[in-house]
């Protein structure tokens, strides 16, 4: 939901996949604490398949993952840092403050890895149900 949030705050249409150059912007107006190269490192990572487009899943995805790189750890506290302070419905005792991401313990970062699955899972299951309202739409005008 905060990465979906983020993106509707920060993107002219949050639906769509965004090239290297909106996801770069999108991460300047939501302060992210990287450098430019570094936004467009990250977004190769994002962007697995080599699309050239990444969508708010990829950023999940990417999100998601263990790296044993502590600059690609850095960077996805980065963003995950940048993320939580975009959100307009952050809580005023929310986890994560601007600076919090250098001491994040493990359990509070385990923490937010739940959160996105939960969310992810969100995500996957409303994909489903069109999926299947599409599928039943198809079959009534056979």
């Not at 697995?48 to 998601?64: H, P």
């Not at 994040?104 to 970062?109: D, M, P």
Request: charged share 35%; glycine share 4%; net charge negative.
């Amino acid at each position: 939901e905060q990465i979906a949030n983020a993106f509707e705050q920060h993107l002219p249409s949050p639906e769509d996949d965004i090239d290297v150059e909106e996801f770069v912007l999108a991460l300047k107006s939501m302060k992210c604490d990287l450098e430019e190269a570094e936004m467009r490192k990250l977004f190769k990572y994002a962007d697995a398949e080599g699309e050239g487009y990444v969508s708010q899943e990829d950023v999940c995805t990417f999100l998601l993952k263990e790296y044993s790189s502590v600059e690609l750890q850095r960077m996805k506290r980065s963003l995950l840092a940048a993320i939580m302070e975009a959100d307009p419905n952050k809580r005023g005792s929310s986890l994560i403050k601007t600076g919090d991401e250098t001491r994040w313990s493990q359990a509070e970062i385990s923490h937010m890895e739940e959160q996105m699955k939960e969310a992810l899972f969100g995500l996957a299951t409303k994909m489903e149900v069109t999926a299947i309202k599409e599928e039943v739409e198809k079959s009534k005008h056979k």
